[in-house]
């Protein structure tokens, strides 16, 4: 079966494997011609192999890959948010990063701004009211003055911003020492907020989280507020970054048991929350961490609520949440959309991210939105739509997570993950109906071990059955083989001996009138007997109603039912097949006679050997053909030749005279001698009166020989 061609995008992932990002885009599109869409997605499989490997992505590189790609708006975007990606370091752009490819490329600078407001729209959090810190000189001391005069905190760097501020690693003076330098993550949370729910929620963030106590949420350690009134929350450092991070996102798609694990443990964190009360509204891959060891972490809890905080008021009218992941409901802002199955809603999204690389609901503000005002008549986004390789029951899923209709949602995380823990145990969904062979299945892949010693002992079972069935069959086989074997080879019996016992088998049988014989038994007793006695013997019988075609026919119809019986080299074979070609010698049918001669003479050779008398039947029967032959071309054959012929034909006389069947043969080889006489294809009156003198004695003679033979007169036998 030959193997389709792989996809563009495949082909050039594993053309970049291959050469190890050697292979450059320019390249690859020699002598291809995409469309715009399918150039954009070879631009992010290239820039997104790339970011996984820390390589920095020029957006000159794209340009010059595809001469005109400044008249094509989405290959264009696809490389510019490549490049940003880049530049920031992260799946959303910096403004720093957008004002550096802006005056790198002031031709793009539209492109580029646009392309910067879509990422941040898809990517970022809907904040209520954002307000941007000022900017801070890193490294910087921040926090409470400690007993030394010093400040508890140092600001090292940036680390991103949340919901409700912006994050920062520092070092915790209080808890470090010279061997060891206590690392933590501030948030300073951003409090110019107009309207006091806001502030409320910012404020009362820490303690949200310090409710939860769970492996897979990130831990609030402290909250305070600064001598400049700034307030601040204290949280455990995750050092292996966030999911949106462009080693992990180069990672994509990823592989199917990897993400369904981190899914289902960044669930089982979200549950935790969710009976502390409180639901995250803003669940993205930015706001999973990751430790060192890949365990997943949830964090920034800026925009939790509690379930009953919409009903509050001052709750915000807008969206809250980041909108590539977030839930249909919550983008409406429908009565009862901050409430568990949103946050089940972002997780599907996640899922979706992990499994394909792409978000579920599109790539474009314009075309999430239009997802989520399609409502329940959108049927859930598949990811095996996107990658077939996907198993069924992680496509149901992830679809049934996603579903717009919060109904056919589950329920809560902990459903979500408790199906995801079955999956990656190879159990079956239940609620996806499975069949009996996918039930099978899946238990022959969850305990192969069992399955293959049940199959062992299956097979085990079924060989000894067959073996012993085997060796039943063989030894009946190696009995019979063993009587046959015994018939056949017994060296000091001749052709004649055996002749002679079945001669007497069939005189006896056909003169036995105390038994019902079956007719094709009496009948093969007649044509044996008849073969071996000249035509005078039985003149005027009844058994010369039997024509030589018959005799023949009937003759080959035995000699095929021994061989199927006993093998092409068993005397019943053997000795039918010369009755055969005897009949058809009589009828001059000169190639059915050499045919048949060709196949029995090899046989009899070697079951009764080259010496034996009745050998001499063969020359005879081929000397018999050749004056068939002479006698067809009549009077324009060569003399020479028909002379050469009536010398082997009185060789012939003289040799079969030694066997049993002598008289037949010899009346056929005097009848060809006669003939070739009568028609004058040989001069030899003397030969012609000797030829007639010895038909008519062996007429005379039959009788006798017969009764010498059998050892009694040619009459019934005493009752």
């Keep these: 079966m030959i193997a389709p061609d792989p996809r563009p995008t495949d082909a050039l992932l594993a053309r970049l494997h291959g050469s190890q990002g050697r292979l450059t885009l320019r390249e690859f599109l020699e002598g291809v011609s995409p469309d715009d869409a399918l150039l954009a997605e070879l631009i992010e499989v290239d820039g997104r192999f790339r970011l996984s490997r820390g390589e920095a992505i020029e957006l000159e590189s794209y340009l010059d890959a595809a001469p005109n790609l400044e008249q094509r708006p989405i290959a264009l975007d696809a490389a510019i948010d490549m490049a940003l990606r880049s530049l920031s370091g992260g799946s959303s752009p910096t403004p720093d990063a957008v004002e550096t490819l802006v005056a790198n490329y002031p031709a793009l600078a539209g492109s580029i701004r646009d392309a910067a407001a879509l990422g941040q729209a898809i990517w970022n959090t809907l904040d209520i009211a954002p307000a941007a810190t000022g900017e801070r000189t890193l490294p910087s001391d921040f926090g409470p003055v400690t007993a030394s005069g010093a400040r508890q905190y140092r600001l090292l760097r940036r680390l991103g911003d949340g919901a409700s501020g912006d994050v920062f690693l520092a070092e915790d003076r209080l808890l470090s020492d010279d061997a060891h330098a206590a690392m933590a993550a501030i948030k300073i949370l951003r409090l110019d907020r107009a309207d006091p729910w806001s502030r409320r929620q910012a404020v009362e963030e820490a303690a949200k989280a310090r409710r939860i106590d769970h492996p897979n949420v990130v831990r609030a350690l402290n909250r305070g507020t600064t001598d400049q009134g700034e307030e601040y929350l204290v949280y455990e450092y995750v050092a292996g970054g966030d999911m949106s991070s462009p080693v992990f996102s180069g990672r994509l798609p990823m592989d199917p048991r990897e993400a369904a694990r981190l899914v289902g443990e960044v669930a089982r964190g979200v549950q935790a929350a969710h009976s502390a009360g409180l639901v995250h509204c803003d669940l993205k891959p930015g706001n999973i961490l990751l430790t060192r060891e890949g365990v997943p972490k949830v964090a920034d809890f800026g925009a939790a609520t509690r379930h009953d905080d919409e009903r509050r008021p001052g709750a915000p009218r807008r969206p809250v949440g980041t909108l590539a992941f977030m839930a249909p409901e919550q983008f409406r802002m429908e009565p009862g959309a901050l409430a568990p199955p949103a946050d089940v809603y972002a997780l599907g999204g996640i899922l979706f991210w992990l499994l394909t690389g792409r978000l579920a609901n599109g790539s474009t503000r314009d075309e999430v939105v239009a997802a989520h005002m399609a409502g329940e008549r959108r049927p859930a986004p598949s990811p095996r739509e996107a990658l077939p390789k996907i198993d069924a029951d992680l496509d149901a899923i992830c679809r049934r997570a996603l579903d717009p209709d919060i109904r056919r949602r589950f329920s809560s995380p902990g459903q979500l993950a408790d199906d995801l823990d079955a999956w990656r145990r190879r159990e079956p969904i239940a609620w996806t109906k499975p069949s009996a062979l996918r039930v099978a299945g899946l238990w022959i892949r969850r305990r192969p071990g069992v399955a293959a010693a049940i199959l062992a002992v299956a097979a085990l079972t079924v060989a000894g059955v067959w073996t012993a069935a ?47 014989q079956p007719a094709s038994d009496v009948l093969a007793a007649v044509l044996s007997l008849d073969s071996f006695m000249a035509r005078d013997e039985v003149e005027g019988s009844h058994f010369l109603l039997l024509g030589a075609e018959f005799r023949a026919r009937y003759a080959e119809f035995r000699r095929d039912d021994a061989i199927a019986l006993g093998g092409a080299d068993s005397f019943e074979a053997i000795s ?11 009828q001059g049918q000169t190639d059915a006679v050499t045919a048949a001669l060709d196949n029995v003479e090899p046989a009899f050779h070697t079951r009764f050997g080259a010496d034996d008398p009745i050998a001499a039947v063969f020359p005879a029967l081929r000397a018999v053909v050749d004056a068939n032959r002479i006698i067809e071309h009549g009077p324009s054959t060569d003399r020479l030749a028909a002379c050469a012929v ?54 005379r003679s039959n009788r006798d020989v017969m009764i010498r033979f059998l050892g009694s007169p040619l009459s019934a036998p005493p009752r």
């Design 470 to 516: 085997h060796f039943r069959f063989e030894s009946e086989r190696a009995r019979a083989a063993a009587a046959m074997a015994d018939l056949r080879a017994r060296p000091t019996r001749s052709y004649r001996e055996v002749v002679g016992d079945k001669l007497r088998r069939d005189f006896q049988r056909l003169y036995d009138t105390s038994a019902a």
């Design 576 to 586: 039918w097949a010369m009755q055969g070609a005897f009949w058809r010698a009589h």
């Design 646 to 699: 009536a010398r082997r034909l009185e060789d012939s006389w003289t040799a079969v005279r030694r066997s049993i069947d002598a008289a037949p043969m010899q009346r056929l080889i005097g009848e060809r001698l006669r003939t070739l006489y009568e028609r004058c294809l040989i001069d030899h009156p003397a030969g012609e009166a000797y030829t007639d003198a010895r038909l008519w004695f062996l007429g």
